[in-house]
């Protein structure tokens, strides 16, 4: 992947990041509560955190100290 498709996929996912976030904030106010949706919803968001986070590390170059 070249640097501008990174940034594209990282934009993408920092999205789906932040509407995971209002929708696990909405989810956790209503009543009956579904343990198993939330925990589902807050495991995706952090496999996006984790991809965002490998995406940004390819995106700095490695320097050998």
């Keep these: 992947m070249n640097p501008e498709d990174v940034m ?3 934009e993408l996912l920092r999205q ?4 995971l976030d ?3 904030s909405a989810f956790a106010e209503s009543r009956p509560l579904d343990q198993l949706q939330l925990a589902r ?3 995706r968001k952090l496999l996006l955190r984790d ?3 490998m995406l940004e590390d390819s995106l ?3 320097i050998i100290a």
Excluded: G, Q, T
């Design 22 to 24: 209002s929708a696990i």
């Design 41 to 43: 919803l807050k495991k």
């Design 16 to 19: 789906e990041h932040r509407d």
């Design 8 to 10: 594209r996929r990282l």
């Design 51 to 53: 991809e965002m986070a």
């Design 60 to 62: 700095i170059p490695d």
